[in-house]
């Protein structure tokens, strides 16, 4: 089975220049997550869906940053502008409900690696 | 505050030596602990999960540990291999939807 599937993998982009992340998330997982890890934050959650749905967007750091889920086969993470300081690792993860309630394990990405010059 | 802290922050080991990794969590009420292995340029895979009411859990040469009581629970590698180089992720789940509290990790050297 594939995984959760990112692009790029790598972007070098120039400050002010936007910048698109895409997902593509394991067919019938109903959760995607869109983190961002740097050495000194570590993982940290942007926002989650559910069902497609926005659930809890209050890790994304100002309206620069949008996502977005069209379907369930499909999500985006956009920044606007994007800064220097916006340059870390982002990754994208899927997880399903386990019958037991037991949230289900976090399936990542290889994760798109920016840098905003 | 629902805060994870891992311990050490890094570690040098020789292969076939054995490592014991921290994590310990203030996230109230518990349900559920993860251990995710990242490698180098790659997401993080997890290892293992501890609930309630398991104590010790094995997944080959990884033992995990989980005291509820004292909220810690640790990470124990033996025979440690080159691959075992990696960063190592605590992530603790509270009840119902609370969110995932991550720890910063632990990055793990091992060298021949």
């Known amino acids: 089975d594939a995984g959760v599937i990112q692009s790029p993998r790598h972007e070098v982009t120039e400050m002010g220049q936007e910048v698109t992340l895409r997902c593509k998330p394991i067919?019938?997982?109903?959760?995607l997550f869109w983190y961002r890890q740097t050495m000194m934050r570590g993982l940290e959650l942007l926002i989650y869906?559910?069902?497609?749905?926005?659930?809890?967007d209050s890790g994304m750091p100002e309206d620069r940053f949008s996502a977005k889920m069209p379907n369930a086969s499909f999500s985006t993470l956009k920044i606007q502008p994007s800064e220097p300081r916006d340059s870390a690792v982002y990754f994208c993860?899927?997880?399903?409900?386990?019958?037991?309630?037991?949230?289900?394990?976090?399936?990542f990405g290889e994760g798109s690696r920016l840098t905003v010059l | 505050k629902n805060q994870v802290e891992q311990s050490p922050q890094s570690l040098i080991i020789l292969e076939g030596k054995n490592c014991t990794l921290q994590?310990?969590?203030?996230?109230?009420?518990?349900?559920?602990l993860r251990w995710y292995k990242q490698d180098t340029g790659r997401g993080p895979v997890s290892l293992t999960i501890?609930?309630?009411?398991?104590n010790t859990k094995s997944n080959g040469r990884y033992t995990a540990t989980l005291d509820a009581d004292t909220k810690q629970s640790s990470l124990h590698i033996t025979a440690s291999q080159l691959s075992d180089s990696a960063s190592y992720i605590c992530?603790?789940?509270?009840?119902?939807?609370?969110?995932?509290?991550f720890g910063k990790g632990t990055t793990l050297s091992v060298s021949s």
């Open positions: 993860a899927s997880s399903k409900t386990s019958i037991a309630g037991v949230t289900g394990e976090l399936f």
């Open positions: 067919s019938g997982h109903d959760y």
């Open positions: 869906f559910n069902n497609n749905v926005p659930i809890d």
């Open positions: 994590c310990n969590y203030t996230v109230s009420p518990f349900s559920n």
């Open positions: 501890m609930t309630f009411s398991e």
């Open positions: 992530v603790v789940r509270g009840q119902a939807g609370t969110a995932l509290i």
